[in-house]
């Protein structure tokens, strides 16, 4: 059966319990009615039978996967599938069961656990629930080159030129402001958060880092949004306060009642930001790159996700291309390069690293949904370094207790060097930034 | 209303974007032919020996969900105007620069603008947002859209519970060009405007130049704030508002 267009995923919420439609959204042309219905009534089948129905592939290549969140909403995804080359059916699972898991997520952040699990007016929720539609989009589409923190749930970073006085400067912003919860953001990526902020759920800060980036795109100067933390404070909202320093740089902290939008704007804004224009100047400088100039990479790597797995944090970048030798094959796109390196991350993790487990489900559940193939957990020891070779690029894995580098490298490179090249960026970039 | 209305281009000089000597002005808030987006910690910079004032107001934009609060914002700063409706789940705001010229001694002022936007179902849910929206607010300006006869009907309402407010207030018609969807009469906005004595003013179309499809609303909106004879002068992020400099005009 083919459901949808290739390459198209559309999402349907209904109430668990008796299978409202809620909403869609993503996929210009809408499944019909009848279509959804089958879809929660299979679902429903199992259930009876005691089984839980969680994914299924159909012959055009399309998936769907299902999940019911705390008994009361039921999120369906179904993909086109067939994206060109977008990996086979495993890649295209992982990718959904985590859009599935953000969107519930991105419906707690704005709404609140209590109104999406006590439904007592479905007609009011249905309204209620186009406040999310912005966010929901965003992750629908996914088009933002360089985060990748949706997938991996840890934090997309940005390592500035000078780290200690944004850090200063955050630190004391956030006291000045009643919160222990602060955070400066360059060109959608965490360039200095509190100590407080980073103990913050990893999903929490990704997820945020979402909503600021949105708030951050409509170039508005800045925003008193209350938002609720999915884990930390499902019930209870607090007040994300963001402010646009500089177009590009946005500063944000998390507090209760006070202070207020306006005084927190007029009072302390230009107090602890003005002296450091030109310190954030240089940090917007560093642009997509996430590194600063001081880290020198090896002229063949291609691009590259450094995982930090006690931080949860990440960098990642793609360099645009260097002059080629000729005769060499053609190198992919830079946006050709941000695809790859997320397949060859879900490759990895899928198959033969840890994926630290960050999600909010209970240990049966996650015995369930293990992401993990069954031979990977026959193998008697733990893989620390894998690799790919493709028609496009090499791609080379590589784990340490402290840190996780994917890295891609042109064809050009034999493939006995990719070891090499691969440690040595990774000591290049944890020896020059500490990262 | 707390203060007699100026007729249009009484105080300061209509469409002076238009004239030579206002380029010098416009040039700061341009960059490559397009509106120049000020973080807080920018203002747009004249050189030394011309020396400008800014006057800084707050409005907030008032209106029914789904009027197009968030597109007039983004039309007055110059920004990307969203080109589907979601609802803002928040405040937000938007700052807007614009220099102005004063009929009667030739001083120009830069205004600074900051549009408060709420999104309706946001206020409803939560409590502290209004009063923050509220406090300390020099204008209001209240949206109906012209594609939505329960808007325009509504506008009574949101006025009278500024009754007595020593505010400016507005009335902005959106979605002026769709006039094929049109569901408020001319007659109507004519009778409205007369019974309330509020100025009406009509957005929509095309974005042109940046300038010319936004100059007659904001130059409306700074004649109004002018001659409200309230205007805050201070420097940005001075500690405390209202303790700044009181110009009355």
Known sequence: MMMLQHGSTQLLCLTASSGVPLFTRGASKQLPFSVIGSLNGVHMFGGGHGVVLSSCETEGGGKVVWRVFQDSMMLIVVSGGGQDGAGDSKEDEVRLQRLLENVWSCMVLVLGQDELTNVRNVERLKRDLRSCFSLIDQLLEDRQEGILGNLTHCADSLLPPNPTLLQEAVDGFAQASDSEFGCLIVHGRIAAA????WRLAPPEVVLLSALIRSLSASG???????????????????????FQLLPGADVCVLCGPTPSLHSAESGMVGRFWTPLVETLRDCLAVGEHSLPRSVSLRPDVLALLLINRETRRSVSCVRTSTNRPLGDPPLPSKARCWEILKLFYIFSTTRYFNQEETLCVSPEERAQRANTDDFVLGFSHQPLQCYLVTEECKSYGLQTPQHQLFLLAPLSVPTFALRTVATQTLSDIVGATGF | MAHVSPSSGSIIVADWHRCKDSKEYFSKILHKKRRKNFGLLESPVMPPHVAVDTVHYKIFLSGKSGVGKTALAARLAGLNIPNMHYETTGIETTVVYWPVKLRENGRVLFFR???????ENALRRFDHLLPACKEQVDAVLFLFSFTDRTSFDDLSNQIAKWTGAPVVKLVVGTKFDLFMHCDVAERDVRNFQETWSVPVLRVGGEVSDGLGDVASLLN??????????LCISQTPFTAGDRDCTLILT
Not at chain 1, 194 to 197: A, Y
Not at chain 1, 220 to 242: E, K
Not at chain 2, 113 to 119: F, R, V, Y
Not at chain 2, 220 to 229: D, F, I, T, V
Request: net charge negative; hydrophobic share 40%.
């Open chain 2, 113 to 119: 603008l900051q549009l408060w936007d709420c999104g």
């Open chain 1, 220 to 242: 508005s100067a800045s925003c008193d949004y209350p938002v609720f933390l999915p884990q930390g404070s499902p019930t209870v909202a607090h007040r994300l306060l963001r």
């Open chain 2, 220 to 229: 409306c909106l700074a004649e109004h704030l002018w001659a409200s004879g």
């Open chain 1, 194 to 197: 509190t100590e407080k902020w």
